[in-house]
């Protein structure tokens, strides 16, 4: 495949609503909205297109909440993709078998279904019971070949870990993205961009953080979206609290010349701190 140099990337910031057939219609529409302006991948955040269910306590009985992947959602927007010839990244709640995850579906621009990436780390605390409803993800960290270059996907909490972003970084990724929900108060202010900046300047690629917006019943989604390059820098952020679709264009030839790429990821010795057990440091000894 020719290494894609130029792209455009849309972050849909919408906040779902509790009519599920709505929130599909009103996605599928903004995909339209992107496409028409240029958009060569389109990213949602998480759990797109459903309330965030993880805000309350769950059991057993909150798969009966989830979909297969492929299923009616991943359906919709493999046709869209194709029709419009553009790359989608949706997020959704996945239900294969007696398990359930939080998966991001990945879609090309002929509408193939190239594969799925469920969140590997999973949270619990008050908002956010997230260990009630997901299993832990078994997909690994891909990096997916599209239309659009090398693409990764690290949603939500999977952010907070520098070994899977490295691992999207050995993998090949030129741009990671981030379906998110972030609510307001849930961190420091600014600590959602000094992570992706730092995190990308680390690593070598672009980061693209989507994120809800909007009252739900118990949180309140910050939206801010937003996008940042090779060298840490933020390109573009949606507004706080409210629906946007937060565009920015990326020269993905940039991260051939990244820190990164030139320095760090070459000067690189897994041999000494990967595969094994902490070893704690022993007492030096004078030497004669």
């Known amino acids: 495949m020719q290494p894609i140099r130029f792209m455009k ?9 509790e009519d599920h057939a709505r929130s599909l219609r009103r996605g599928l529409d903004a995909l339209e909205e992107a496409a028409a302006a240029g958009a060569g991948l389109v990213v949602y955040p998480e759990l797109a297109f459903t309330p965030f269910f993880p805000q309350h306590r769950g059991g057993p009985e909150a ?10 959602t991943t359906a919709l927007f493999q046709e869209a993709a194709r029709r419009l010839g553009v790359v989608v990244v949706i997020n959704l ?3 294969d078998g ?3 995850f939080d998966t991001s579906p990945v879609i090309d621009a002929d509408g193939a279904l190239l594969g799925r990436t469920r969140m590997m780390h999973i949270t619990q605390y008050e908002g956010f019971y997230e260990q ?5 993800g078994d997909t690994g960290a891909p990096v997916y070949e599209t239309a659009v270059g ?23 990724a030129d741009l990671v993205v981030v379906p998110q929900a972030g609510a307001i108060g849930e961190w420091p202010e600014g600590v959602y961009e000094a992570e992706l900046q730092a995190s990308a300047f680390q690593n070598g690629y672009f980061m693209a953080l989507a994120n809800r917006v909007g009252a739900e019943e118990t949180l309140t989604f910050a939206g801010g979206s937003f996008v940042v390059d090779p060298n840490g820098q933020v390109l573009a952020q949606a507004p706080f609290g409210e629906e946007a679709i937060l565009y920015a264009d990326l020269d993905l030839s940039r991260c051939r010349e990244a820190p990164a790429r ?8 897994p041999d ?8 704690l440091a022993e007492p030096v000894t004078a030497r004669e």
């Open 98 to 100: 007696d398990r359930a």
């Open 150 to 172: 090398r693409l990764g996907v690290a949603i939500c909490y999977d952010r907070h870990y520098p070994e899977y972003l490295r691992a999207l970084a050995l993998g090949g």
């Open 132 to 136: 009630d409803y997901y299993t832990p």
């Open 272 to 279: 000494q701190y990967e595969g094994g057990a902490v070893r």
């Open 262 to 269: 030139q320095l760090f990821l070459r000067h690189r010795r």
């Open 93 to 95: 709640y996945e239900r």
């Open 9 to 17: 990337i849309a972050l849909i910031q919408l906040r779902p609503t």
């Open 63 to 72: 798969r009966s909440l989830a979909e297969p992947a492929p299923g009616p």
